[in-house]
């Protein structure tokens, strides 16, 4: 293998299973960007460190958390992280202080972003492990979670997450707001959320309430059914004054038109005097009657209301 190689796209399309790294892949110093499918990754003992490396993807790679760890320690000026469909990566630790940009869409049941403190980006998908099951250790609380994901996300602008990881993250007891205020936070989007359920409706409620500068929302709903204690949380952000001063686009997909859904949008349109776009996408029948939107008051004179169905 060339050792000035900069940039390496590596995967065997005939796999069945996952198939052994070459060992010359790690004398490779100039490397930028690396791209790993369906391998076996280990680490040699003689390993020193990618220490070009700025951009690595791993998809369908089979590699335990202390060697991902390890990894990434060790990609000095890393700025770009990307992990699908992972094997045995029971817990996913990344302290990279260069890291801007972070994916995970893949099993694992535990994180921790402590030290990563320049990313800007963040996109997490949950798959939980055994069978569908939200496993934690009984000596962590979901302050530990919150803080381990978010304590150290400073200049986070674009943020993504999905459902099981908000589940994740809510544990027994959710905290009302995040342990730091995401004053750069742009962009939220928030996937596959159960607006029925409490858990995942106030684990919700905590980010955007934490972000103060938030312009532009996108939340995905999955098909559920009316719920009051969500409903209270709802009402209860119009009764403590809170509002969403700098939001100005929101798109919410996947409703069956559900009470609980109905007062979610309702709120929204309260609470948002800069809001100029609101995209509401029914997924099941038609569109929201036009007429039961008008009746909603709205802080904001110039909002356009935009209802599809598909």
């Not at 100039?30 to 680490?43: A, D, H, P, R």
Request: net charge neutral; glycine share 4%.
């Amino acid at each position: 293998m060339d050792k000035g190689i900069k940039e390496l796209i590596l995967q065997d399309f005939g796999f069945v299973k996952r198939f052994k790294l070459p060992c010359g892949i790690f004398s490779c110093p100039q490397l930028t960007c690396l791209e790993l499918y369906g391998c076996v990754f280990k680490l040699p003992s003689t390993f020193k460190g990618f220490h070009c490396l700025k951009s690595l993807q791993l998809t369908q790679v089979s590699i335990i958390s202390d060697i991902l760890e390890s990894l990434i320690r060790n990609c000095p000026i890393l700025e770009r992280l990307t992990l699908l469909n992972i094997d045995h990566l029971a817990s996913v630790r990344i302290h990279n202080s260069s890291l801007k940009y972070l994916k995970i869409d893949s099993e694992f049941e535990d994180i921790n972003l402590e030290n990563s403190v320049n990313l800007d980006s963040v996109d997490i998908r949950m798959i939980p492990m055994y069978g569908g099951i939200i496993t934690r250790n009984n000596e962590q609380s979901n302050s530990c979670n919150f803080d381990r994901v978010f304590g150290c996300l400073y200049d986070i602008k674009r943020l993504t997450l999905s459902c099981h990881f908000l589940q994740w993250l809510a544990g027994d007891q959710v905290q009302e707001r995040l342990p730091i205020v995401l004053n750069r936070l742009l962009f939220l989007d928030l996937k596959e959320v159960t607006l029925s359920n409490f858990k995942e409706v106030m684990v919700s409620l905590s980010i955007v309430k934490s972000c103060p500068n938030l312009e532009e929302l996108v939340i995905t709903v999955v098909q559920s059914n009316g719920s009051r204690p969500a409903m209270d949380c709802f009402t209860g952000l119009c009764l403590c004054g809170f509002m969403f001063h700098k939001l100005k686009v929101v798109r919410i997909r996947g409703i069956i038109s559900t009470r609980t859904e109905l007062e979610f949008i309702k709120v929204v349109l309260t609470l948002s005097p800069q809001l100029e776009s609101i995209i509401i996408v029914n997924y099941l029948g038609d569109r929201i009657p036009e007429s039961l939107l008008l009746e909603v008051d709205r802080a904001s004179e110039h909002v356009k209301i935009i209802s599809l169905a598909l």
